[in-house]
Nanobody
Framework: QVQLVESGGGLVQAGGSLRLACAAS????????MGWYRQAPGKQRELVAV???????TYANSVKDRFTISRDNAKNTVYLQMNGLEPEDTAVYYC?????????????WGQGTQVTVSS
């Protein structure tokens, strides 16, 4: 099993920045791709950004020029630096880790951290 704990959410004004962190513990040898998803009220959960163990990244078009995902394998932690925040970025942000031994499985999810951007 893998446990994921997110931190760094909060309230920020439009144009501001936040940095989210997700620390993994437990059976960390199982970790593959890690990343961030978000869910706004009344909307489906959507991918924000993911990073492979080797560093390759994928971003949603809506955040591509504003957010940066990074990963510290030594600390088993993935970060999301969010700059130029917009009210549309308001959502609960969830960390997810894929299990490299269970391809296509549900993976592991954190409890979520609220990000609120005021206009």
């Amino acid at each position: 099993q893998v446990q994921l704990v997110e931190s760094g959410g909060g309230l920020v004004q439009a144009g501001g920045s936040l940095r989210l962190a997700c620390a993994a513990s437990g059976s960390i040898f199982r970790l593959d791709v890690m990343g961030w998803y978000r869910q706004a009220p009344g909307k489906q959960r959507e991918l924000v950004a993911v990073v492979a163990k080797g560093g390759a990244t994928t971003y949603a078009n809506s955040v591509k020029d504003r957010f940066t995902i990074s990963r510290d394998n030594a600390k088993n932690t993935v970060y999301l630096q969010m700059n130029g925040l917009e009210p549309e970025d308001t959502a609960v942000y969830y960390c997810k880790a894929e299990d490299r031994f269970i391809v296509g499985g549900p993976g592991y999810w954190g409890q979520g951290t609220q990000v609120t951007v005021s206009s």
